[in-house]
């Protein structure tokens, strides 16, 4: 969940900073990503994609319709939310979780990909692999972002990267959707003042 | 939402309705392999019981648990109050071991709020006296709202002692606040003084008559009659009590086929509540067991697992 690069309101475009991948660009990172994923895993079974709140969950839709559209093999797809797992929860004022949902039949035994909008400090990623871990024993994980912009603080690496953005840590990288935003796009801003300080995602 | 949960005047109806979205979020939890949640790793809720209790207690130590807290137990009974120490003294005494919420209850009217003002834990009122138990109300809620939709426009009907409850007490103020209608039903002797001031301004009526209104019910709310009450001379006999006010199986029968029963328990069964109407299809009082612990664990998680707000 990359509340930290979206604007801190739901739905609310980004103002300012210019644009790194537009629409077709990002249409076609997904498709490759889509095949990496299908490459990786030698055809779509066993496959289950998890969309990690907020902006992961329709990204993992789309990949999922992109392979079901190439293989002609529907691909399972869910949400995972990490709320309760993050390290930071004291030092915001709560949230609240949003949904998890996964296949009626359980993750154990399946090749999860996690699927997330920004990869940054690998922060997010580490509250997920927990909540994998406690819904149960998958036979594998994978990672897969639409924007990798570096700054890791823990040892992550994405399996699958739409792309590549190099960034100041104190920019603000903003992946906006359609189903989200109304738009699809990912601009990259220099951060608040107010932003910088809270440091990282 | 504020920093305790004493009354449920506490609550604007945004805050419960966040409080319901994550208990549903925790209700599936209830059903994984892994039953936990670290949420309030590190911390400590203590559970201070000067009342008797099994299931308030234990489903707030359940719902603790499953967000790994450490979850102590005190109860009255063989503590230190049993020797004759203050409720202040107590309660100094457990914050000063450095816990981080308190799930209070206590026979006196207000105790929850009085102890929230000496200690910096987070103070959750369990039952204070004859005055609230806003839990109890989140759960009924919740359990009535999963099987209704939303309550806007419902009638609920609340039978019982009604002077002597706290559950009654902040029911109606949580179904008020969600848009309910709700009518009152007790006999004219466990009806409490100066009723008619309290549900003019809280806009619910009250009843003598249950028979006239269990058929427009949307759902039905039996309350305990507590058999202490029964020397009290508030009814003559519990046969009389079970005759004018008990949801007997004819009475079930007025009752609308998909009318959610609720009962706070323990029930007396053949009191307040046939065996009948009790196992019921329309009976939700399990429902209402497991989504005490859902709406207990959204409690704490909303109370504690954030930035704390005195920092």
């Not at chain 1, 103002?15 to 895993?41: F, K, P, Y």
Request: glycine share 8%.
């Amino acid at each position: 969940m990359s509340a930290e690069q979206t604007p801190a309101t739901p739905g609310a475009p980004a103002t300012g900073g210019r644009t790194v991948l537009d629409a077709r660009d990002i249409a076609r990172a997904l498709t490759r990503i889509s095949h990496e994923i299908l490459e990786r895993n030698k055809g779509p079974e066993g496959l289950l994609l998890l969309g990690i709140h907020t902006r992961g969950v329709p990204l993992a839709k789309r990949i999922a319709e992109r392979i079901s559209t190439v293989e002609d093999h529907t691909v399972a797809v869910g949400s995972l939310d990490v709320t309760m797992y993050r390290d930071d929860l004291r030092s915001h004022p709560t949230r609240s979780p949003h949904h998890t949902q996964t296949p009626a039949s359980g993750i154990d035994g399946k090749v999860v990909v996690l699927v997330d909008d920004v990869l940054f400090s690998g922060r997010t990623i580490r509250a997920a692999l927990d909540a994998v871990n406690d819904l149960g024993r998958p036979a594998a994980v994978r990672l897969a972002v639409l924007v990798d912009r570096g700054h890791r603080e823990l040892p992550i690496r994405a399996d699958h990267v739409g792309k590549n953005l190099p960034s100041a840590r104190a920019e603000r990288v903003s992946v906006l959707l359609d189903e989200i935003d109304g738009v699809d796009e990912v601009r990259i801003s220099d951060a608040p003042k107010s932003a910088v300080k809270e440091g990282v995602a | 939402m504020r920093r305790h949960l004493l009354s449920i005047d506490d609550l604007t109806v945004d805050d419960i309705d966040t409080l319901f979205d994550t208990a549903a979020e925790m209700h599936d939890v209830q059903n994984r392999q892994v039953k936990k949640l670290p949420a309030l790793r590190g911390r400590t809720v203590i559970n201070l019981f000067f009342e008797d209790s099994t299931r308030t207690r234990s489903s707030f130590e359940i719902a603790g648990k499953w967000l790994s807290a450490d979850v102590i137990n005190i109860s009255a009974k063989g503590s230190s109050a049993s020797k004759g120490e203050s409720l202040r003294d107590t309660v100094l005494t457990v914050c000063a071991m450095g816990v981080d919420g308190l799930v209070i209850r206590h026979g006196a009217s207000g105790a929850a709020k009085q102890v929230s003002e000496w200690v910096d834990a987070v103070v959750i009122n369990a039952g204070d006296g004859m005055h609230e138990h806003p839990t109890q109300a989140l759960l009924d809620a919740y359990t009535l709202q999963r099987k209704l939709g939303p309550l806007e426009g419902r009638h609920v009907v609340i039978v019982g002692d009604l002077t002597h409850s706290r559950v009654f007490r902040s029911n109606v103020l949580s179904l008020r606040k969600l848009g309910a209608s709700v009518t009152v039903v007790a006999p004219p002797t466990l009806m409490p003084s100066g009723i008619d001031g309290w549900s003019k301004d809280g806009g619910f009526t009250t009843s003598y008559d249950l028979d006239a209104v269990l058929p427009d019910a949307d759902a039905v709310m039996m309350l305990r009659v507590q058999r202490e009450r029964m020397s009290g001379g508030y009814f003559p006999s519990a046969r009389e009590y079970t005759v004018g006010y008990g949801l007997t199986r004819d009475r079930l029968a007025l009752l609308k086929p998909d009318a959610p029963i609720c009962h706070p328990g323990p029930m007396n069964r053949g009191l307040e509540i046939a065996a009948d109407a009790a196992d019921a299809a329309q009976s939700v009082v399990l429902d209402q067991v497991s989504a005490g612990v859902a709406v207990r664990m959204s409690v704490l998680y909303h109370l504690m697992a954030g930035e704390d707000s005195s920092e």
